[in-house]
């Protein structure tokens, strides 16, 4: 009986590529990637390199021009749209560049609001929301709405929401890239400390050498490939490439 771990996520020989006009984009080249239970990995590489799209594709919210995407061992490249929004809803996170929240309700209700239409009871979703806000520092402001909330508040609101449905796995595009170096670093380090302790893995695109350099590995994609840059190479190796 193998003791192989099973990884959460895998990607096998991803490609993808648009059109603009008669011309052929190719932004994915035979990209392969597992992520582990419980690891934390940085996606870092030049703007433009492909890592939304590669986002986009892990998340289910693209198809690949060709390979498998395989969640906790499932094929699911070539799910329907209904497999598809179930494993989103159930298996996977979301963290974007800016919060999206919703500008009407609060951010307990936020936060609440995904585990509500996942099925969960108004107590028990109330209770985990207030939790992760707490554990994200927020404890004094979940009756606020986004408007009466800092940019470093609303992204700690919108991490909140991402693990309100108990992913196995997140999916962060720049989570911070749209904040002042000091509260980047604050909320960056937040995000890292409640996805270590709740025991989930991500895969965090970032242009923050330093940040990425405290996750489990730092995978580095360049024309269209995946470079998975060991430990004996130095992170600060990799500032030429933007």
Request: charged share 25%; glycine share 8%.
């Amino acid at each position: 009986m193998s003791n192989k771990v099973k990884p959460v996520l895998e990607l096998k020989e991803i490609y993808k590529h648009y059109y603009q006009g008669e011309q052929k984009l190719e932004v994915l080249q035979g990209v392969d990637l597992a992520i582990l239970p419980n690891e934390v990995v940085a996606l870092i590489g030049p703007s433009g390199s492909g890592k939304s799209t590669l986002l986009q594709i892990a998340g289910l919210l693209d198809h690949p021009s060709k390979g498998d995407i395989l969640l906790d061992g499932q094929n699911c490249a070539a799910a329907n749209d209904g497999i598809r929004t179930a494993l989103r809803r159930d298996y996977l996170g979301f963290v974007y560049q800016y919060h999206n929240l919703l500008a009407d309700f609060n951010a307990l209700e936020n936060v609440m609001l995904p585990q509500l239409i996942a099925g969960e009871k108004y107590s028990k979703a109330k209770e985990k929301s207030e939790w992760l806000l707490s554990r994200l520092g927020l404890k004094a402001r979940i009756n606020h709405r986004p408007a009466e909330l800092s940019g470093g508040e609303q992204q700690r609101v919108a991490i909140a929401r991402s693990l309100a449905n108990t992913p196995k796995l997140l999916l962060a595009d720049e989570p911070t890239g749209n904040l002042d170096p000091h509260t980047s670093d604050n909320v960056f380090l937040a995000l890292l400390d409640i996805v270590k302790e709740t025991g989930l893995s991500a895969l965090i695109a970032t242009h923050n050498m330093e940040l990425a350099g405290k996750m489990d590995r730092q995978l580095l994609l360049k024309d269209g490939k995946l470079v998975d840059l060991r430990p004996t190479k130095r992170i600060k190796e990799t500032k030429n490439f933007y």
